[in-house]
Nanobody, 125 residues
Framework: QVQLVESGGGLVQAGGSLRLSCAAS??????????MGWFRQAPGKEREAVAT???????DYADSVKGRFTISRDNAKNTVYLQMNSLKPEDTAVYYC?????????????????WGQGTQVTVSS
């Protein structure tokens, strides 16, 4: 059974940076065959998409993070990353990574079927 484990969250001041990691393990999972995504959920709000990276390493981002966040992947390590720069207080949320159902993924959460437990990111003003 595939498991996704996020790490790298924490407390940072506005304008700072964090790098999140999502490591996949278990089963016969090969990340190279799947699109991967990052999502986030702030208190009292619905979960929203942040970024996706497809098997061919093309990417897509939510408008709110374009130019500040970068998603990347290392298939050899079965790990996907989210580099977050110029963080704002409104980026505060629990961040989740997810495995897509196929090689091609969009920012729709319905296209993902394995989710991690999340990592907390808090940005202070």
């Amino acid at each position: 059974q595939v498991q996704l484990v996020e790490s790298g969250g924490g407390l940072v001041q506005a304008g700072g940076s964090l790098r999140l990691s999502c490591a996949a393990s278990g089963g016969t999972f090969s990340m190279s065959l799947h699109g991967m995504g990052w999502f986030r959920q702030a208190p009292g709000k619905e979960r929203e998409a942040v970024a996706t990276i497809r098997s061919d390493s093309t990417t897509d981002y939510a408008d709110s993070v374009k130019g500040r966040f970068t998603i990347s992947r290392d298939n050899a390590k079965n790990t996907v990353y989210l580099q977050m720069n110029s963080l704002k207080p409104e980026d505060t949320a629990v961040y989740y990574c997810a495995r897509g159902r196929s090689y091609y993924t969009s920012l729709s959460s319905t296209e993902y079927y394995t989710w991690g437990q999340g990592t907390q990111v808090t940005v202070s003003s």
